[in-house]
Structures are given as structure tokens and as C-alpha cells.
């Protein structure tokens, strides 16, 4: 479980999602910035669509309206590509969702934080970032674009939600039962994500609108709550 954590962290969506908006398209001729967002925005699809390795460059400059040589121009090839997506997403969930929990907020509350920050990242439509379901397919399929990520995203992110759930559990508990801690509220909101198509057949209510991703935050925050508390006062019993 540990390495699932590690790979796939935040975020993890993976069922319908909405990518960019759509924009103009640039001319074959275009060198500029816009035809850079252009690649990123067709690369986007066709990496979720078909992973890195199936991926077509074909049929992303086709989508850009641009010639092959614009992915060569702007980023060197395939797999300069593919890690620019990588990193424009991961970007934009870092900056939309910061993991900082206020810190005036009781534990509890701080706990709901960090359950809706990582369903907003993995499973809110609304969210430009494709950063969940990018990840889920490098964790299923990794390229040497893993261990950029791992150490400049997933690694930063990891520690800091590690923290949070550290003051939830007290300093009694060991490292690993506060990852695996982490590891068990990860999981949870990720299901939301990767198991769309059968939530939806069981339980069509459960939406991932605003109101139901508050809902779902509710639900995990109130079952993981118990569980914390617990082995909070196991390991302090222990000590005592």
C-alpha cells in the first residue's frame, strides 16, 4: 500500500472527466504561447485516453491544429511533452488546493479539510487539473517521467498531509500506522473517483456536484474520525 500511496497521491480521477475548456485553435504556423496551451490541451486528452506509451503525437497536433515539428519546437520531443502535462497539472492542484489546514481549526475540522482538499482534487469535475487520473495511469504504467514526480510533487504533498494526520493521532503513534492512517483516508476518497461507473449504479444520488462532494467529505471525515481516535488511545495506553 505504501507505494500505491506514493504513486498515485492526489489524487488520485477514473470515469468521465472535463478537460480544458475548449479554445480557438492556433495556425500551423503559430510558435507562440497560445500554440503551447494548444499541445498541452491535446496532449492532456490523448495521454488519458491512450497512456504515454500508446499515445499518438499524430493525433495530438492534429486535435492543436498544428504541424508535428510544434511538439519538437516547444518541447523537445514526446516525452518533453508528456512531462510538461504532467507538470501543468500538478501545478494547478497545488495552487487551487494547497494542503495547508488552517491551523486555528479543531481536529476534526482539520481532518474534513483534508478529506475534501484531496476529493476536490481527485473526483471535482470542476477542477482543471487532471493531475488524479494522470497519476493513476503512470502508477499503472510508469515512464521515466515517475520519478520527476514522485520527488517534486507526490514526495512534498505526501509530508504535509503526514503532518496534519500526525496532530490528529499524537506523537505516541509510529510512522507507519500515521502513513497507513493516511494511506486508508486516501483510498477512500479515491474510490469516488476510479469507481464512478458503479457508485453510480448502486447509489445514482451520490453526485460529485459541490453539494455532494461536501456530502461524501462529511461521510469519510465522520467514519475515519472514530478509526483516529482509536488508535490514538491505543498507542497512549500503550505508553502509559
Known amino acids: 500500500m505504501e507505494i500505491f500511496f506514493h504513486k498515485v497521491f492526489l489524487t488520485f480521477p477514473i470515469h468521465e472527466f472535463t478537460m480544458f475548456t475548449s479554445a480557438a485553435s492556433p495556425g500551423k504556423n503559430s510558435n507562440g504561447e ?7 490541451q491535446a496532449a492532456t486528452d490523448e495521454f488519458l485516453a491512450m497512456g504515454y506509451r500508446a499515445a499518438r503525437v499524430q493525433n495530438i497536433t492534429r486535435s492543436a491544429g498544428l504541424g508535428l515539428s510544434a511538439i519538437n519546437y516547444h518541447f523537445g520531443g514526446k516525452e518533453g ?10 501545478e494547478q492542484a497545488i495552487a487551487r488546493l494547497p494542503l495547508n489546514a488552517p491551523e486555528q481549526s479543531d481536529p476534526q475540522e482539520q481532518l474534513r479539510w483534508l478529506v475534501s482538499a484531496l ?17 493513476l495511469r503512470e502508477m499503472m504504467n510508469p515512464t521515466a517521467a ?17 503532518a496534519i494526520v500526525r496532530t490528529l493521532l499524537g506523537e505516541q503513534v509510529p510512522e507507519r500506522v500515521v502513513a497507513q492512517s493516511l494511506y486508508s ?5 479515491v474510490l469516488y473517483m476510479t469507481g464512478r461507473p458503479m457508485i453510480e449504479r448502486f447509489t445514482p444520488e ?34 502509559a
Open 34 to 40: 497560445e500554440s503551447r496551451q494548444a499541445l498541452l
Open 81 to 90: 511533452l508528456y512531462r510538461a502535462v504532467l507538470s501543468h497539472h500538478a
Open 119 to 135: 476529493l476536490h482534487r481527485l473526483s471535482d469535475p470542476a477542477n482543471p487539473s487532471r493531475i488524479g487520473p494522470l497519476l
Open 146 to 162: 515517475f520519478e520527476l514526480l514522485f520527488e517534486r510533487f507526490a514526495s512534498p504533498q505526501f509530508r504535509i498531509a503526514t
Open 185 to 189: 483516508l486516501f483510498g477512500q476518497c
Open 206 to 239: 451520490i453526485q460529485l456536484d459541490e453539494a455532494g462532494l461536501q456530502q461524501i467529505a462529511d461521510h469519510i471525515t465522520a467514519f475515519s474520525w472514530g478509526g483516529l481516535q482509536a488508535l490514538r488511545q491505543r498507542y497512549q495506553g500503550e505508553s
